[in-house]
């Protein structure tokens, strides 16, 4: 039986659940989504201090791993991505940071037309519900619940954090989603009366309820079907369906309208190869044939790298002791009848953005504080009390790839960051390492810092410095950019401004590949928001109206720019 549809989705992740529910909303298209994964209806998923598990699964994830990065003396590191409903916003940090205003400046400037901060950031408030209240930089009805947790109110280093950040001479801000980035204040996450709000919860929960919207769980995506056509004179192609397995067996859904790529960074890279579209030497290599040659697709893969800079604690405030099996079982039983404690928070409530050096225009650094010492499994780092911050330059030069390697679409592509591959690169680590130790050594954290356990007091030259990086620091699983967004002279990109694919019709990709250029942040955030603004292109609605409202720049960057006020360029 033929299947068809106005819309069919690949992927019901940070951006597929947002283009399902806004698709069809009107209720005038129908629309097919696909998810490889299954159901989110699991309280470690739910439940915002269980972060850590479905990461780690087979069940929820895709265990990926990178190839050996020669930058990291042939390390292979974890790069999980979401399998389940809700992507990777159900199996992330749920940390909420939308990036800064010049990123988005950055990615018009790399030719992705329209997609400046003026024009982005109507769209980030459309989608967030922030509890504060809304503003003009803040939205307050959106369906993506955010909060700071706890408020801070159950342990004072997060306090203190921010505290030794001002005595180092760092600004703090009150908000560094909107005017201010740059500083130390409170950090945010997608948290909604104390449950994960993912892009399930927030966006397909409430469209799966209308008749138009069709959601097939557990297969997997084959290849775009895609059909010779002439138009207008000139002979193309046109993307006309999905092929895809469900239990075992081979079935073809038809688009009369559109096909969309919400794989993710690393599967609609993966999905666009296995269609015969990509680098030639490539598809060559994999044994597919090639239908269209696109060099940049799997090209510019960009990734955040963090380590976890930690110390003893001389005061027993911290969550190492709320590691054992009874203390946990009194938080889930909290959180199961109140939604409210130690259960309802991701646990990073205080954060900082900085730059490493004079002369940025804005900042290139960012840490997550965690009041706990604690290894990437979720394990205690050591016995007794501790806390650590999680840190790493946001702004690599580095650019990595993702290919496939067979025509099979269940054999896991090749993935390589080329991670710290530049003398920029290194030098930001540098910074980044020596910068968080002072700020940690300010008078703020005396009462409670202890030893420093790693990268250790002796870690202190710039080549002990890179040693001890290149075999600590890990992913930030923040992969993006493997189809990005450009201008029509640039020959790597893969997308227009609409997120069109270039030479296919009636096929898009939207989820976290298509940025020109990774943001200073968390991802989640700016995925929606392309999600929410490209769900108005395809159905060629008008777009929100701009807007332009002043942003907090490095004042250095200003004077050498003969800029006179804090806002930003016109």
Not at 306 to 318: L, S
Not at 406 to 425: L, R, V
Not at 461 to 468: F, G, K, R
Request: net charge negative; hydrophobic share 35%.
């Amino acid at each position: 039986m033929e299947q068809r549809y106005d819309y069919i989705i690949v992927g019901a992740g940070s951006a597929g659940c947002v283009l399902a529910d806004r698709l069809t909303e009107s209720g005038e298209h129908s629309v097919l989504l696909l998810e490889a994964g299954g159901t989110d209806k699991s309280i470690f998923i739910q439940m915002p201090t269980a972060l850590s598990y479905p990461m780690n699964t087979e069940k929820y994830a895709w265990q990926f791993e990178t190839e050996q990065e020669p930058g990291l003396d042939g390390r292979e590191l974890h790069c999980p991505r979401g399998k389940v409903l809700g992507g990777s916003s159900s199996i992330n940090g749920m940390v909420y940071v939308r990036g800064h205003a010049c990123d988005f400046d950055q990615w018009e400037e790399e030719g992705a037309a329209g997609w400046n901060y003026q024009a982005c950031l109507p769209y980030f408030r459309r989608a967030e519900s922030w509890n504060k209240g809304g503003d003009e930089y803040r939205g307050d009805n959106g369906p993506v619940g955010t909060c700071n947790g706890n408020d801070m109110e159950l342990n004072p280093l997060y306090q203190a954090f921010i505290d030794a950040g001002k005595d180092a001479g760092y600004p703090e801000t009150n908000d560094y989603n909107g005017y201010q980035q740059e500083g130390f204040g409170t950090m945010h996450m997608t948290v909604d009366k104390g449950v994960r709000a993912s892009t399930s919860n927030a966006y397909l929960r409430r469209a799966l309820k209308r008749s138009n919207l069709t959601l097939k769980k557990g297969i997997v995506a084959r290849r775009f079907l895609l059909e010779a056509q002439d138009s207008n004179g000139q002979s193309g192609l046109k993307a006309v369906g999905v092929e895809f397995e469900k239990s075992g067996n081979t079935q073809v859904a038809v688009a009369n309208k559109e096909v969309i790529s919400s794989a993710g960074s690393i599967g609609s890279v993966q999905l666009l190869q296995l269609s015969g579209i990509g680098p030639k030497a490539v598809l060559e290599k994999a044994g597919v044939e090639l239908k269209h040659e696109l060099s940049g697709v799997g090209e510019n893969l960009q990734d955040h790298l963090e380590v976890y800079f930690q110390y003893h604690c001389n005061e027993p405030i911290t969550l190492n002791s709320k590691l054992g099996l009874v203390s946990k079982g009194m938080i889930g039983a909290e959180w199961i009848l109140t939604r409210k404690g130690l259960g309802a928070t991701n646990h990073f409530e205080s954060c900082a953005f900085i730059r490493s050096r004079k002369g940025l225009k804005w900042p290139n650094i960012q840490y997550h504080f965690l009041p706990a010492a604690m290894r990437y499994d979720g394990q205690a780092a050591f016995d007794g009390h501790g806390f650590q911050v999680h840190v790493g330059p946001n702004k690599p030069e580095s650019r990595g790839t993702v290919a496939i390697t067979s025509a099979d679409p269940h054999a896991k592509p090749e993935i390589i960051f080329n991670y710290i591959s530049t003398e920029q690169d290194r030098q930001d680590w540098r910074d980044c390492i020596r910068l968080t130790r002072e700020i940690l050594s300010q008078p703020a954290m005396d009462v409670y810092r202890g030893e420093e356990i790693q990268p250790g007091l002796s870690v202190t030259s710039d080549e002990a410095i890179d040693e001890w990086v290149k075999q600590n620091v890990e992913s930030a699983y923040h992969p993006s950019c493997g189809c990005k967004m450009g201008a029509d002279d640039d020959p790597m990109a893969v997308l227009d401004e609409e997120c069109r694919v270039r030479g296919i019709d009636s096929l898009r990709v939207v989820d976290s590949s298509v940025f020109p250029v990774i943001p200073n942040g968390n991802l989640n955030a700016p995925t929606i928001m392309v999600a929410e603004r490209a769900s108005d292109l395809i159905l060629g609605k008008p777009m929100l109206k701009e807007q332009d409202v002043p942003v907090w720049i490095a004042p250095e960057w200003q004077e050498k720019q003969r800029i006179n006020k804090p806002v930003r360029e016109a």
